[in-house]
């Protein structure tokens, strides 16, 4: 009777693995053409599956690698809204048509708010409804940016894009300036401006787990009108773009990656 108990705990145990490893989502290739509306192929689309990412060739043709099961892709294709196809992708090699049917790209609706934060979450900051400038948290746009520009995260993303891409995203979103904490800076803020497309860093305090941003987008939305060497961050900026010119004089550098 005892061994029998065993065989059958066994026997439970080992069916709660296999089940358990069947629902892992396992990686799959995926290729494809991404056409339009008319069946044409579309040229040097981009294209986002989950976390994965390519664009198209000359003729509209596609690799990628994704996790297969339910997911989705976004297709981004240049003067036309991203378009959102859900997906149901099996875990053998795979080939695919994505249809992206074009349509005009929109704006968020509403009027243009001072900063767009894009924390992980404002619970945790001092900024309240009586901060004296206006505001949307990475949530409240989170879907307009999905629909309207294909990115899903932009906490993650902002460090990535070039002032020109920022500068879309505000206009599209219709922000006067962006803010994120680098991944490298924690105590810091990122605030790009829209109007003069640079990014400024400065730094804030952390109290109990609160970060004291409040008086710092305070502060700096009062010094945004003024020129640029009268600015907070101008000395630290000027001193780094002279010691930049200094050793790219010096020895010969390469530039790769975001770094």
């Not at 053998?92 to 048509?97: A, G, H």
């Not at 800076?185 to 305090?205: G, M, V, Y």
Request: charged share 20%; net charge neutral; proline share 5%.
């Amino acid at each position: 009777m005892i061994i029998r108990k065993r065989w059958i705990a066994l026997l439970v145990l080992l069916v709660l693995i296999v089940t358990g490893c069947s629902q892992t989502p396992k990686v799959t290739r995926v290729a494809g053409t991404i056409v339009d509306g008319e069946g044409k192929p579309i040229p040097r689309a981009g294209l986002l599956i989950g976390s994965a990412m390519t664009q198209a060739d000359g003729v509209g043709q596609f690799s990628i690698t994704a996790l297969s099961g339910e997911n989705q892709a976004i297709v981004l294709a240049n003067g036309q809204k991203p378009e959102i196809i859900p997906l149901n992708l099996s875990e053998e090699p795979q080939t695919i048509t994505l249809t992206a049917r074009g349509g005009k790209p929109t704006k968020r609706s509403g009027s243009a708010v001072d900063y767009i934060i894009l924390f992980d979450s404002i619970g945790n900051t001092d900024l309240s409804s009586t901060s004296p400038f206006t505001y949307l948290a990475a949530d409240d746009v989170r879907e307009a940016a999905r629909i309207h520009t294909g990115i899903l995260n932009l906490g993650e993303a902002a460090e990535y894009l070039s002032p020109r891409s920022l500068h879309s995203l505000c206009e599209i979103l219709k922000a006067r300036h962006l803010v994120w904490i680098n991944k490298d800076l924690k105590d810091h803020l990122q605030i790009f401006d829209a109007q003069s497309r640079q990014i400024t860093s400065l730094p804030f305090r952390e109290s109990r787990g609160i970060r004291q941003v409040n008086n710092v987008l305070r502060e700096f939305l009062q010094a945004d009108g003024l020129p640029l060497e009268q600015r907070p961050e101008a000395t630290e900026a000027n001193l780094a773009r002279e010691v930049t010119a200094y050793m790219e004089r010096m020895y010969d550098i390469t530039y790769t990656g975001p770094d």
